[in-house]
Nanobody
Framework: VQLVASGGGLVQPGGSLRLSCTIS????????IGWFRQAPGKEREGVSC???????????VYADSVKGRFTITRDNAKNAVYLQMDSLRPEDTAVYYC???????????????WGQGTQVTVSS
């Protein structure tokens, strides 16, 4: 099981970035995937999650702080999950991680497989 996050970088406030989580070693169709972030001196927090394609509920979940600004999508054919981040704010600065849940739903207990992080810095 491997998850590789990429796409981070330095962006000005109000700008956009798209993070990618490329997976291997398991069928993406059957697992929920989440994005998390950790800022310096703060605890890791959930940002967004998307249920598996095989779930009866293909819904997405967003933290209140990113609703309306971030969009999570998946492309099973490319074995990838994306996080489009728009209207970025300095408080979005953090290391972002993608992670796999143990089944199809984002409501299962916490992820059991994590990728390495990608740094996102929002600054002028």
């Amino acid at each position: 099981v491997q998850l590789v996050a990429s796409g981070g970088g330095l962006v000005q406030p109000g700008g956009s970035l798209r993070l990618s989580c490329t997976i291997s070693g398991f069928p993406l169709d059957y697992y929920a995937i989440g994005w998390f972030r950790q800022a310096p001196g703060k605890e890791r927090e959930g940002v967004s999650c998307i249920n598996s394609a095989s779930s009866s509920d293909g819904s997405t979940v967003y933290a209140d702080s990113v609703k309306g600004r971030f969009t999570i999508t998946r492309d099973n054919a490319k074995n990838a999950v994306y996080l489009q981040m728009d209207s970025l704010r300095p408080e979005d600065t953090a290391v972002y991680y993608c992670a796999r849940y143990s089944g199809t739903s984002c409501h299962l207990p916490g992820p059991n497989h994590w990728g390495q992080g990608t740094q996102v810095t929002v600054s002028s």
